[in-house]
T-cell receptor, first 114, second 111 residues
Framework: DGGITQSPKYLFRKEGQNVTLSCEQN?????MYWYRQDPGQGLRLIYY???????QKGDIAEGYSVSREKKESFPLTVTSAQKNPTAFYLC?????????????FGEGSRLTVL | EDQVTQSPEALRLQEGESSSLNCSYT??????LFWYRQDPGKGPEFLFT???AGEEKEKERLKATLTKKESFLHITAPKPEDSATYLC????????????FGTGTLLAVQP
């Protein structure tokens, strides 16, 4: 089955530690995205990538980093510089390099900072 | 400031009791409006795209409509399995790769 796989589903981090969230897709989609979801707020864009070896900052990129070395993979690193990292993180993809609004989402990774 | 506002925040219906969810938006030019369904602890699932005022899309018990300022998601004779959070997102003209999401409406359908 084609889709987006995020791992881990749950992650606990101590303050000061970097963590990396995995996102893999087998849909052969060009574009991939990372969103953050917090209670009472709409999804907010962290980073997106339209092609391999290229990515752009979204609205809340500070404290995060990404890479896109392969078309199917778009990992997100939450660094110690992110002041409030506890959230639900969603990876998504779209078939086109230009967002049509039809995004395919993974099942999410919930990060909790202890 | 571009905004997307969804109402109500939460809605409880009896099975078979039809209702509508609202998504109002303020953008300088609409490229598209999108509806998603999100189950607890899961990622959103795409439902509909609407591009211009007057457009309607249907899927099973759901029908989405669009005016120049808002969209409605009509739920006809809902079933308990329709319980979820429904998200609305807007894409502005010229703002490629950026969607503005609302905070969602949590729908609970009781048997």
């Amino acid at each position: 089955d084609g889709g987006i796989t995020q791992s881990p589903k749950y992650l606990f981090r101590k303050e000061g530690q970097n963590v990396t969230l995995s996102c893999e897709q087998n849909l052969n989609h060009d574009a991939m995205y990372w969103y953050r979801q917090d209670p009472g707020q709409g999804l907010r864009l962290i980073y997106y990538s339209q092609i391999v070896n290229d990515f752009q900052k979204g609205d809340i990129a500070e404290g995060y980093s990404v890479s896109r070395e392969k078309k199917e993979s778009f990992p997100l690193t939450v660094t110690s510089a992110q002041k409030n990292p506890t959230a639900f993180y969603l990876c998504a993809s779209s078939i086109s390099r230009v967002t049509t609004g039809e995004l395919f989402f993974g099942e999410g990774s919930r990060l909790t900072v202890l | 400031e571009d905004q997307v506002t969804q109402s109500p925040e939460a809605l409880r219906l009896q099975e078979g009791e039809s209702s509508s969810l609202n998504c109002s938006y303020t953008v300088s030019g609409l490229r598209g409006l999108f509806w998603y369904r999100q189950d607890p602890g899961k990622g959103p699932e795409f439902l509909f795209t609407l591009y211009s005022a007057g457009e309607e899309k249907e899927k099973e018990r759901l029908k989405a409509t669009l005016t120049k300022k808002e969209s409605f998601l009509h739920i006809t004779a809902p079933k308990p399995e329709d319980s979820a959070t429904y998200l609305c997102a807007v894409q502005e003209q010229g703002a490629t790769n950026k969607l503005i999401f609302g905070t969602g409406t949590l729908l609970a359908v009781q048997p």
